[in-house]
């Protein structure tokens, strides 16, 4: 007569884990945690740190006005904080269609030679150190408008959104079950209504997810800015004039010799921190809430 399988289950129970299985599992579970507090400990210390620095600049004056020449008190920002967002705008209405199209041709169709070379060269890409995409984006934009501009900034990060953005899309389709576009095939529906309504629906969060780390990215970029877009104390909303940014404003008071402009570095520097996690977040919340799903 055959064993009933749970009368086992006491004999297991009174037998135990060994000790050596349980201090293994002790040691990976701690591991892992070590990890995770390797990773969190040195971004609260820097988050703390600029809170520390720059949390005492911080007034409506400095969200609200422009940079006062020196010598004056007060004055902010704003226009570098509006600026930044205009370049990054430009940049990612450029920077994330090519991106997601790159990624979706190297999931879908990019299995050959022209493919390889594809990715090959975004990763390639993904390495070049950015003050050398800004000088590319200044031969290609500067030289040719005869002046920087808002343009030549957004380009120059676009460039370096578009490698990320196109990896992280191919890798986050190709997580999508083959028998998902399967069964979307054998309902008669198009390859590329496939590609576009099911499997990029279905990874809509991995793409979102690359979209936003290649945005935080260029968003703290100065080296290209320093080719291309230049800065600007006043403000700007024409695509074809220097505009001023965050990081290049940042920048140009950290090196200059006044204690009040260092002190206001680093309020901007705080403020660009908050304004990328506060964008990241936003993004992240609408998308598990299933706002954008629109977007694919």
Wanted: glycine share 10%; hydrophobic share 55%.
């Amino acid at each position: 007569m055959q064993a009933n399988p749970t009368s086992l289950v006491p004999e297991i129970a009174a037998t135990g884990i060994s000790f050596r299985r349980r201090a293994m599992n002790a040691l990976v579970t701690g591991s892992a945690a070590g990890a995770v507090l390797l990773v969190l400990v040195p971004l609260g210390a820097i988050f703390a740190y600029l809170v520390y620095k720059g949390f005492g600049s911080l007034n409506w004056a400095f969200l609200t006005q422009t940079p006062k020449p020196v010598g004056e008190a007060g004055g902010g920002m704003a226009n570098a904080i509006a600026g930044s967002a205009y370049v990054l705008l430009i940049a990612s209405s450029m920077g994330v269609p090519i991106g997601i199209g790159a990624g979706i041709y190297l999931a879908e169709y990019g299995r050959n030679r022209f493919g390889d070379l594809i990715r090959f060269t975004a990763d390639v890409l993904n390495g070049v150190p950015s003050i050398i995409v800004g000088i590319v984006a200044y031969g290609l934009v500067v030289l040719s408008q005869g002046h920087f501009s808002a343009l030549a900034g957004g380009v120059a990060l676009a460039i370096m959104m578009i490698p990320i953005i196109s990896r992280t899309t191919e890798e986050m389709l190709l997580l999508v079950p083959q028998a998902v576009r399967e069964a979307a095939f054998g309902l008669g529906v198009s390859r590329w209504r496939t590609t576009l309504s099911i499997t990029l629906r279905t990874a809509t969060s991995g793409v979102i997810t690359g979209v936003m780390l290649a945005f935080a990215r260029a968003a703290g970029e100065t080296a290209p800015l320093l080719f291309t877009a230049f800065g600007n104390q006043y403000w700007n909303w024409r695509m074809n004039q220097p505009t001023a940014a965050l990081p290049l404003q940042i920048f140009s008071y950290a090196i200059s010799p006044f204690d009040e402009w260092h002190r206001q570095a680093w309020a901007g520097a705080l403020i660009l921190i908050i304004l990328i996690v506060l964008s990241v977040t936003a993004v992240r919340v609408a998308a598990s809430r299933g706002m954008l799903k629109g977007v694919s």
